[in-house]
């Protein structure tokens, strides 16, 4: 037992991703909540980083993250400091210091084996392309851990600023805050992204058509990874 009472938004928040992996398969295996699983292993891991409780070991992984992040924040002004003018300039109404991103996902069969991607582009073109699977699931389970693998290659890239295209509606909806879907998977798909985009200091996800997604689509449907 601990004298704090933690939400499951929180402990998400906390926990690192191969706790919050660790965290579903213990859930599921011990016919407990995620909630209750997820605290158990952050208490463990509180001990072994030497601190006394999930609160210490909170303030010592923002501690670890500010300290990356000055250090990335360093390195973008520096890349200004080197530009002949301040102003920031823009290409279609994009600011060029905005990255911008697609995601897709897709089950074969549905439900079944899925697979979903992303691609980052860079203000100068530079494109990096990502991919992933699960072994089961829906086209709505593909879908969100596609947005999820971009929101996540996004912050490990250090960025502040991302525009988000998506071609699945539910996804979009649901992260907009548009829908709330009461169904659990959902509310937990929500929670993940909402602490997920507190990462950034501007971030915006938009609905596109399918043929306006196609790299992205074309990087899911062969992806083994």
Sequence with gaps: MTDTAFTYAQLVAIATRAERKLGLQQARQQDTSVLQALEG????????AGVGNIVQLAELRLQQLAN????QAARRIAKVADRKNGRIKTVSGVSEQVWQAWFDGSAVPNPGKCRFACVLQAPDGQVFEYAGHLEYGDSC????SGLILTLKQAHKHGLSQLLVHGDSQVVIDEVNQRTKSSLPRMIEYRQQLEVLCQLF???QIKWIPRHKNSRADALAQHATN
């Design 68 to 71: 990356q992040q000055t250090l």
């Design 41 to 48: 292993l952050l208490l463990l891991a509180a001990t072994k």
């Design 201 to 203: 200091e501007t971030i």
């Design 141 to 144: 389970d593909a879908e969100f």
